[in-house]
C-alpha cells in the first residue's frame, strides 16, 4: 500500500434543507471540496459515495450529472451509519493499492423529520416485535448498552449525562452544528426520557447534510497542497460471534477489533491520539467507546467524563465539533463529516474549537448490525 | 370479488422460533433453534450453518424452556404510535443458553432500577393482534417471578 493524503475536504452544514434534494446536498460540497483541494472533477479518477435511505437510487451517478459526467467508475455504498465512512476507505484502498492516483469520497442524507422511529412499514404489521417482544429500535438498543455498563461497573446514569453537557457545549463553538445550545446537567437529566438512561438530549438529532473528501497519492498530493493530512489506517470491520449477538447487538467487539487493527497499522496508540471524534449517536454510545478506543481501562469511563478528560484541553478531547449529539447525524453523511472535522484540526483550520497543535486524530463510527470503521490521520 | 371459501382460523407465533402446538393454549407454546454438534454453540430457530464455527452439517434441534433471567434492560418511552409506553425492554438470559429480546411485566417502568439485574423471569404467551387474513398471532413476554 502507499500513502495517501487527503487534499481538500468540505461538510454542509447539518441541519434541514426541505427545499433542495439529497443529489444537491451533495453536489454543493462535493464542488467545496475539489475547490479546497484546488482541482476541479476533471482530475477525479474514481467517486464513492455513501447514501443509506436512498440506496438503491444511484446518488453517485446522478451527483457526476450535476457537477460534469466525466464517465469515472462510481461506487455507490450503504453500510447503515458507517456508510460515509466506508465511502471513504473504497476512495482511500482506490488509490493506497495505486490503481488511481485520485478518488473523491461524499456522503449525504436526507432524513426530514422521518426521525428513527419512521423507518419500518412493508410486511404485515401484526407481526412487528417491536414493543411486543423487547426492543431492536436504536434507542432501546442504546440504552440497553449503556444499562451493561451500569450493570459491570455501577456507572450512574449522571456520569452518562456528563457527556451530553459536554458535547452540546462543544457545539456551542462550531458553526457547522446542527444544534448550537448548551444543556446543563439538570436540563439533560430532567428532559424526557427517550429510551433509559437516555434523555433527549442523550440522543442525536435527525437531520439532512453532506460532506466530500479528495484522496491523492503523496506525489500528487505534493502538486495541490503544501498541508497535507496523511491517512495513517483505514480500517473496516464486522461484528464476530458472541453469544448474545443478533439478540442483542454488539457494538463493543467490532469496535475494539478495529481499534486493534488501526492502532496496529498507524503504528502508534491511544495514548498517541490529540482528538478523536467517536460515534455519539447515545450519550450511552460515547461512553462505551472511550474503553472500547483505549482512551481509558475497562470499567474507568465514568470516571474519564467524571474528570473531564474528554474535554477540549483534557487529556484526550473527544467530540470538539460537538459531536452527533450536536453537530447531527444525516446517517451517510456523519463518516466522512468526521474525517473533514479532524483534517480541519490537523491543518489549523478550526478556528474557536481548534485543539491545539492537533497533529494525530481518530474518526471513529459504528453502523449498527454491525459494521465498524475507524481511520487515523496525521500531519 | 368472490368470497366463496371461508378459510380455517390458525394461531400464528410473531416470531419463528416461537412454535405453537395444534393443541394451544392447552398446550404451551415454547421457545426452539438450533444447537451445533461441533461447537455447541445454541441459536434461536432454523439455520443453514453455525453462526459461530460455520459447521453446516451437525446443527440438531432444541427445544428451551420458559425460564430465565434479566441480563440488561431499558425502559422505552417513545416508541412506534399505537404501542404502550413505557415499558421494560430486556434482554434475557434463558437457563437454557440463549438470550431473548422480551418486554418484562412485574416492574414499574418509573422507577428503573439496577437491582433488576438477574431477576428471575417467566415466559408467558398471549395474542397480540390478528393478520390481514384474520388469524391469530401470538407473542411471548415474560413477568417477574415472585
Ligand atoms: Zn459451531
Redesign the pocket.
Known sequence: MRDVAVVGVHMLKFGRYPDKDVVQLASETTIAALKDAGCSINDIELVASGNLYQSNAMIGQRVMKEIGATGIPVINVANACATGSTAFREAYYSVASGAYDTALAVGSEQMGKMGLLGAGGGGDRAYSTEGIMGTGLMPGVFGQAGVEHMRKYGTTQEQIAKIAVKNHEHGVLNPNAQYRKETPLEDVLNARVIAWPNTLYMCCPTGDGASAAVLMSAEKAKKYTSKPVWVAASILTSDPYQERNPTMFDINTVTRNAAKQAYDTAGIGPEDLDMVELHDCFATAELLHYENLGLCADGEAGKLIDDKETYNGGKIPVNVSGGLLSKGHPLGATGVANITEIVWHLREEAGDRQVKGAKTGLAHVIGLGSACTINVLKR | MAQETATEKKTNPIVKFLRIPDKYPDEAAYFWGMQ??????KFLGARL???????TD??SEVKFGDEGEIYVFSVVHQTVPGLEAPYVGAIIDLDDGVSIRANVYGLDPEKPDTSWFGKRVKMFTEVTAQDRDGNDVVAAKFRVQE
Request: proline content about 0%.
Open positions: 451445533c454438534g461441533a461447537c455447541d454453540a450453518a453455525c453462526g459461530k464455527c460455520g459447521e451437525k446443527l
